[in-house]
Nanobody, 123 residues
């Protein structure tokens, strides 16, 4: 069992920045690829970013590529999502997830999910 707890969400103006964190506990964090997903009201959950177990491989959704950066610190059992140049369309609940099988843009590949943290971008 892996427990994931997100933090760092909040209200920010368009063009601003936020850093989300996701702290993991339970099984060995470095055994899991990690991902960030988001879901806006009335919309389906969508992939945001993913990072490999060692952190050497990352992948991003086109909508955030160049603005968001995923990283991890295996010594701290934490994955981060640095977000800059935020837009109103980035408003959503952001969820981190852990995958035993490796990086993936599909939510179905992830075994554990956090409860989420809300990001609201005002225009």
């Amino acid at each position: 069992q892996v427990t994931l707890v997100e933090s760092g969400g909040g209200l920010v103006q368009a063009g601003g920045s936020l850093q989300l964190s996701c702290a993991a506990s339970g099984r060995t964090f470095s055994n899991y690829a990690m991902g960030w997903f988001r879901q806006a009201p009335g919309k389906e959950r969508e992939f945001v970013a993913t990072i490999s177990r060692s952190g050497d491989i990352t992948d991003y959704a086109d909508s955030v590529n160049g603005r968001f950066t995923i990283s991890r610190d295996n010594a701290k059992n934490t994955v981060y999502l640095q977000m800059i140049s935020l837009k109103s369309e980035d408003t959503a609940g952001y969820y981190c997830a852990a995958a035993r099988r490796g990086i993936s843009a599909s939510g179905a590949s992830y075994d554990y999910w956090g409860q989420g943290t809300q990001v609201t971008v005002s225009s």
